[in-house]
């Protein structure tokens, strides 16, 4: 049974860093694709990274050049380092397979950047 565990989440102000991460059992990243997702109120929810066996990563415009997805196949956990952020960033941010499994949905962590 696959179990992904995020945490890392918090409130910081417009401007600072967040570092999330994605613990894993029943999966093995290095051996998936994997991505950070995240859900803001009353919005779908998004792709924000995604990263794969080879070190490939992807970013949407939105993230580019201030999110880096990376992994540690030793401790089968992924990390989301956050700069830079914005209001707009606040949201549920969940990891999951990519393209994501419906089952694979953890309960996420709330990350809010505000003054």
């Not at 490939?56 to 415009?61: I, K, L, R, V």
Request: charged share 15%.
């Amino acid at each position: 049974q696959v179990q992904l565990v995020e945490s890392g989440g918090g409130l910081v102000q417009p401007g600072g860093s967040l570092r999330l991460s994605c613990a894993a059992s029943g999966i093995i990243f290095r051996t998936n694709k994997m991505g950070w997702y995240r859900q803001a109120p009353g919005k779908q929810r998004e792709l924000v990274a995604y990263i794969i066996g080879s070190g490939s990563t992807y970013y949407p415009d939105s993230v580019k050049g201030r999110f880096t997805i990376s992994g540690d196949n030793d401790k089968n956990t992924m990390y989301l380092q956050m700069n830079s952020l914005k209001p707009g960033d606040t949201a549920v941010y969940y990891c999951n397979t990519f393209p994501p499994r419906n089952s694979y949905w953890g309960q996420g962590t709330q990350v809010t950047v505000s003054s």
